[in-house]
């Protein structure tokens, strides 16, 4: 009679997978809210033509922070029961599809996060004439770091999800 390989290791990286995709949801949500009920407004009639180009560059990408951790929220959130599959059945053949979708969505998590945008509209650049947007919107661009603080801990976490998914893929 064939001995059974152990599965403790297995269903211990796929709690370890729900777990972390929890958290990241937590996060990705927590960025999106934060970016999507900032409420901060200014006259454009008070402004000078390149401060209103790059406000509206500014708006232009929260709102694509926005959506794309919307999308990352959702695709994490569907991915659940994927993963709950992977605790029950330890070698079902699923986490080989969700490798290659989080390989996608961290791409897009990160590509949303990006700090030069948070850097721009803090300290604006002399060089190129972009001012500090947010020296005129207050306490709107303290939400917008913190939301692009919990996108980029969304990506970290999906980065080590997609390290224990192929750890757990070489292991089969």
Sequence with gaps: MAEQP???WKKGIATCDFILRLCAI?????ATATIGTTDETLPFLHCSSSSKLNTIIFLLSSMFFQIANAIVAGYLLLSLPFSIICIIRPYATTPKLLVIFDTVLTGLTIASASASIVYLAHNGNPNTNWLAICQQFGDFCQSVSGAVVGSFIAGAILMFIIVLSAFALKRS
């Design 6 to 8: 152990k599965r403790g």
């Design 26 to 30: 937590g996060a990705a949500i927590g």
